[in-house]
Nanobody, 128 residues
Framework: QVQLVESGGGSVQTGGSLRLSCAAS????????MGWFRQAPGKEREGVAA????????YYTDSVKGRFTISQDNAKNTVYLQMNSLKPEDTAMYYC?????????????????????WGQGTPVTVSS
């Protein structure tokens, strides 16, 4: 199994920044991509950013391009999400996820029902 633990969430004002971390443990060889998803109250969970852990290639959903950056530290089995220029609409519970399937990052972010490994989430609140 793979265990994912998120941290770094909190409350900031519009325009502020946060860095989320996702530490993986267990059978980390079972996944080749990791990503961040978010779910706002009353809304469906959506993919935000993803990274191939081997190549470092990344993909972002349009709403966060230019503001969020996903990165990794393979030695620590940790993926980060640097969030800048935060907006109230970024308020959500943020989840880390991992998968070992052989498809692209865009599909990974959209096919949530196929992802086997999820963290418990960390909350982000952006106030205006």
């Amino acid at each position: 199994q793979v265990q994912l633990v998120e941290s770094g969430g909190g409350s900031v004002q519009t325009g502020g920044s946060l860095r989320l971390s996702c530490a993986a443990s267990g059978h980390t060889y079972k996944y080749n991509c990791m990503g961040w998803f978010r779910q706002a109250p009353g809304k469906e969970r959506e993919g935000v950013a993803a990274i191939f852990t081997g190549s470092g290639s990344t993909y972002y959903t349009d709403s966060v391009k230019g503001r969020f950056t996903i990165s990794q530290d393979n030695a620590k089995n940790t993926v980060y999400l640097q969030m800048n220029s935060l907006k109230p609409e970024d308020t959500a519970m943020y989840y880390c996820a991992a998968d070992g399937a052989d498809y692209g990052l865009r599909t990974f972010l959209s096919a949530l029902e196929n992802i086997p490994y999820w963290g418990q989430g960390t909350p982000v609140t952006v106030s205006s």
